[in-house]
């Protein structure tokens, strides 16, 4: 299994709702990430995930809240977000954080988020 | 100065021809590079990644890193219509506070025609 698999595909919520992202993925792998990409916008780095333990928090509003339950799940819940918060939302994995050339990063299909 | 520059775009060129992207980086700490391809509403899908000086061959592709100019390329061989995409160069640092962070550049919209 090759994948990184996210849901929901597509997360329409109000400004005053609660909702989670969902990211699952069985290669093995033990650095989770979390990206967010605004249309015509590379990715933007949001936290990374280094054995179940948030090693990278890129200053994220707190309504932004981070997951990692184990080492093959990686949610990110969502509350009080803002309009401008809408966007495509990408979870990846990688063997490991660091700089080596083989620490691949997978992206999964992503959630496109619509905040109302 | 940004971490990561690419040309935007748009970039076309003819079917069958070779494509050439060109990517920047400012850190001279940064330890990987990395090609992903990015289609209309998709996420990224790498290309491929090199970590050493030279080229580096794959199929069509090749990456080409020169860490002294702090520069590294892709060229796309007999360039087809399903080559459009977005290009993203992408640089992770090895060292630092932002360790294993992988940043990318702002992409650069390649377009093939017939």
């Known amino acids: 299994d090759t994948e990184v698999t996210q849901t929901p595909k597509h997360l329409v919520m109000g400004m005053t709702n609660k909702k989670s992202l969902k990211c699952e993925q069985h290669m093995g792998h033990r650095a989770m990430y979390w990206y967010k990409q605004k249309a015509k916008k590379p990715p933007e780095l949001m936290f990374v995930y280094s054995y179940e333990k948030l090693s990278i928090n890129e200053s994220v509003p707190s309504r932004f809240s981070p997951e990692c339950p184990n080492s093959s799940l990686l949610n990110l819940h969502l509350h009080a977000l803002q309009p401008e918060d809408s966007a495509l939302y990408l979870c990846?994995?990688?063997?490991?954080?660091?700089?080596?050339?083989?620490?691949?990063?997978?992206f999964g299909a992503g959630s496109r988020l619509t905040v109302l | 100065q940004k971490e990561v520059e690419q040309n935007s775009g748009p970039l076309s060129v003819p079917e069958g021809a070779i494509a050439s992207l060109n990517c920047t980086y400012s850190d001279r700490g940064s330890q990987s590079f990395f090609w992903y391809r990015q289609y209309s509403g998709k996420s990224p899908e790498l290309i491929m990644f090199?970590?050493?000086?030279g080229d580096k061959e794959d199929g069509r592709f090749t990456a080409q890193l020169n860490k002294a100019s702090q520069y590294v390329s892709l060229l796309i061989r007999d360039s087809q219509p399903s080559d459009s995409a977005t290009y993203l160069c992408?640089?992770?640092?090895?060292?630092?506070?932002?360790?294993?962070?992988?940043?990318f550049g702002q992409g650069t919209i390649l377009t093939v025609h017939p």
């Open positions: 090199i970590y050493s000086n």
């Open positions: 990846a994995s990688s063997p490991r954080t660091g700089g080596s050339g083989a620490n691949v990063l997978t």
């Open positions: 992408a640089v992770i640092k090895a060292g630092g506070t932002s360790y294993g962070k992988l940043t």
